[in-house]
T-cell receptor, first 116, second 112 residues
């Protein structure tokens, strides 16, 4: 059973371009979370999705950021018109049920986005 | 502000010593989890403690939870150089519980 797969591992974008980050959850997991981490800091929650639904997007910036988790295929975090402040590591995690049901989250290795 | 705040921010010890990290949080929780991160890689789950539990053990790890003080501690006994990593606590809130909220982490360095 492969773990949570994120790609690409490293992504370089020029200011104003779009960044697409992909996350394939573990098999059997229908809950996906995206987090952002700046150097030497903790993980900041961005969005929580279940298949085809956004459940909690309270951590997502109102503009330029969007996320989806289609019925088929990976979850996508999309950042439009990137700016230097978007440079960070973006982590995806998945779980088989909600974490409040005493479930751990399984993390991918992250995508390191650098905006130049 | 962060739901979970770890203390200390950095800890340096010698191999064989015990390491204690603390975490404080603000809201009512359903459960609290500890994770480990090696050098910017993905996080690895260590242990989960439910809000109605006070202590839990897993190998060399011991976690305590005091809901009256809204705090938790992670003890690593007989530390090894391979334990060098960042350690984060994460809480699942009682009301929403739809996500884990992470603290800023403790950077542990175990010197050989």
């Amino acid at each position: 059973n492969a773990g949570v797969m994120q790609n690409p591992r490293h992504l370089v974008r020029r200011r104003g371009q779009e960044a697409r980050l992909r996350c394939s959850p573990m098999k059997g997991h229908s809950h996906v979370y995206w987090y952002r981490q700046l150097p030497e800091e903790g993980l900041k929650f961005m969005v929580y999705l279940q298949k085809e639904n956004i459940i909690d997007e309270s951590g997502m910036p109102k503009e330029r950021f969007s996320a989806e988790f289609p019925k088929e295929g990976p979850s996508i975090l999309r950042i439009q018109q990137v700016v230097r402040g978007d440079s960070a590591a973006y982590f995806c995690a998945s779980s088989p049920q909600q974490v409040k049901l005493y479930t751990e989250a399984f993390f991918g290795q992250g995508t390191r986005l650098t905006v130049v | 502000s962060q739901q979970g705040e770890e203390d200390p921010q950095a800890l340096s010890i010698q191999e064989g010593e015990n390491a204690t990290m603390n975490c404080s949080y603000k809201t009512s929780i359903n459960n609290l989890q500890w994770y480990r991160q090696n050098s910017g890689r993905g996080l690895v789950h260590l242990i989960l403690i439910r809000s109605n539990e006070r202590e839990k053990h897993s190998g060399r790890l011991r976690v305590t939870l005091d809901t009256s003080k809204k705090s938790s501690s992670l003890l690593i006994t007989a530390s090894r150089a391979a334990d060098t990593a960042s350690y984060f606590c994460a809480t699942a809130e009682e009301t929403s519980g739809s996500r884990l909220t992470f603290g800023e982490g403790t950077q542990l360095t175990v010197n050989p």
